[in-house]
């Protein structure tokens, strides 16, 4: 038998396949309570929302930071202060 | 002209061809009924779908629960395909409807909730062949089976090895690759289907359907040439 005959052979045999029998209702239930319930803590905790608050202010300023860094250690900025004690 | 409408062999036995033509005449009055009775039984099921999505909404799990029942065994048959370990196989059904429930908000209600959990069923599975293809987990083909296979009559093929076989051979393709012919060829899918499950375009699936079997014709080659040494 050729190949591709055989292939579709194979596909019509496969398709006649049965998969087998799945029951997780149970399982899938218990999965959304115990999220549920995780997320109902999450709401539930004073402490991580202080941090959380913190740290997206303090974001700003770590970005300030950088930039000014990369300003003052820039070779540009050496030049001008070398030319500025100069005069 | 009645028997000669029904078949030209009967001519020579009026009884036969008038008790054929009997049966046909009725069989295909009591269609239209049977149809009417599946579209009933259909249109039923649907409504039960959207009270218990809309139940779910509100945060009632029994209305999930019985959504997950209604069709679980759909969803396994679409799973079976992409992956033939039982244990994991199960790990993606659980998977499809946990994600199905975490976006119940977004089904319109316009097309069938089966339609809507089998393109999340795809995209799970796909989602899975692509993560085992970057771990470099890819099922590995037995020329033996296939041999093995090949040498049996076409209708004494059992269709667990077949299937098997089957599965292990498009694994060697790549993911989008095996998508595409997975539906085309193993779900029966036609373009439009195809493009609802993947959420492709059609032009795209039509595209991908040719490089795929391109792809599948090399391969196969590749076996013949494999089996010739």
């Known amino acids: 038998m050729k190949n591709n005959d055989f292939f579709n052979a194979l596909v019509t045999g496969a398709a006649k396949e049965q998969p087998p029998q799945v029951n997780v209702a149970d399982r899938v239930i218990a999965t959304l309570t115990a999220q549920d319930k995780q997320l109902e ?6 402490l991580m929302w202080i941090a959380a608050l913190s740290s997206a202010a303090a974001v700003p300023f770590v970005g300030l930071a950088v930039f000014l860094h990369n300003i003052w250690t820039g070779p ?4 001008s202060k070398a030319i500025s004690w100069v005069m | 002209m ?3 409408s029904i078949n030209k062999s009967y001519i020579i036995n009026p009884a036969l061809a008038l008790v054929l033509y009997a049966t046909k005449v009725l069989s295909e009055k009591d269609k239209p009924a049977i149809e009417h009775i599946d579209q009933q039984a259909y249109d039923m099921e649907q409504s039960l779908d959207i009270e218990d999505v809309r139940a779910s909404r509100r945060g009632e799990p029994d209305a ?5 029942e209604r069709h679980q065994q759909h969803i396994g048959k679409i799973m ?3 992956s033939r370990d039982p244990l994991i196989h199960e790990e993606l059904v659980e998977d499809v409807f946990v994600e199905a429930y975490m976006s119940i908000g977004t089904y319109r209600e316009k097309a069938p909730f089966e339609n809507w959990l089998a393109k999340i069923a795809t995209r799970a599975g796909y989602r899975y062949w692509k993560q085992q293809a970057r771990q470099k ?3 590995r083909f037995s020329l033996e089976d296939w041999d093995r296979l090949a040498g049996e009559e076409t209708e004494e093929i059992d269709s667990t090895r077949a299937a098997a076989t089957l599965h292990n051979l498009l694994a060697q393709l790549p993911p989008r690759d095996r998508l595409v012919l997975t539906l085309r060829y193993l779900d029966g899918c036609d373009v439009a289907q195809a493009a ?3 959420g492709w375009t059609k032009g795209m699936v039509k595209v991908q359907t040719n490089r795929a079997k391109k792809k599948l014709e090399k ?3 590749q076996i013949k040439e494999r089996r010739t040494l």
């Open chain 2, 219 to 221: 391969l196969l080659s």
């Open chain 2, 64 to 68: 999930y629960k019985r959504l997950i």
């Open chain 1, 41 to 46: 803590r999450i709401w539930d905790r004073p």
């Open chain 2, 137 to 139: 987990k890819i099922e």
């Open chain 2, 80 to 82: 079976w395909r992409f």
């Open chain 2, 196 to 198: 609802h499950r993947t």
């Open chain 2, 2 to 4: 009645i028997v000669f």
């Open chain 1, 76 to 79: 540009l900025y050496e030049i």
